[in-house]
């Protein structure tokens, strides 16, 4: 009786341990993703602080161009402006992505902005800042991976359902960018 009594509570403290552990393990792989959420956040406010300084740059030699750059700074405000889930904040930054791009576009038919210092300067700091993000969004997505992974694995998944862990989303890319990364197709 003594020895039955001593494997039980042997299995009590393994099974307690095991518990420990996994939910440590989830809290652990939690702060992660709002660790990476925030280093997210740090590049996209930087890009928003970067907007008006180009704006008003492209405003200076392309004036008459108003509906593109109140489109950039409209779709700034949104990005700035969007709450609620992942997803959410993902297509209001694909919107700020596409205005941008037109931006860019938009100074190819202006010699002098294209040779205007402030200009290349604020183009490199935002092309530096997108690396940034996109860099970001990577360990973001491995450490939404990870939790969801373990949170979908036996017996974790039961823990995590005890103490109310939950999925996290992954930002995603844009379609138009996930199309623009697939393989050419060559004829003859």
């Not at 393990?25 to 970067?50: F, G, H, P």
């Not at 950039?72 to 709450?83: D, E, L």
């Not at 939790?147 to 862990?165: C, H, Q, V, W, Y």
Request: proline share 2%.
């Amino acid at each position: 009786m003594h020895t039955a009594l001593l494997v039980v509570i042997v299995l009590i403290i393994l099974a307690g341990t095991y518990i420990l552990a996994t939910y440590n393990k989830l809290v652990t792989l939690k702060n992660r993703v709002k660790e990476a959420w925030s280093d997210i956040e740090v590049q996209m406010k930087r890009r928003y602080d970067l907007i008006p300084n180009l704006v008003e740059t492209v405003k200076g030699y392309a004036a008459h161009e108003k509906n593109t750059l109140d489109a950039v700074i409209k779709a700034r405000n949104a990005a700035i402006s969007a709450t609620g889930d992942i997803s959410s904040k993902a297509q209001a930054e694909n919107a700020l992505s596409g205005t941008l791009k037109s931006l860019f576009a938009l100074s190819e038919n202006y010699p002098n902005l294209k040779a205007n210092q402030n200009f290349l300067e604020l183009q490199r700091e935002l092309t530096d800042t997108e690396n940034k993000i996109q860099a970001s969004r990577r360990f973001y997505n491995s450490n939404v991976l990870s939790l969801n992974t373990k949170l979908d694995m036996f017996p974790s998944n039961a823990i995590g359902r005890a103490f109310e862990f939950t999925k996290q989303e992954f930002f995603k890319l844009d379609e138009s960018e996930q199309e623009a990364r697939k393989p050419v197709k060559v004829s003859f």
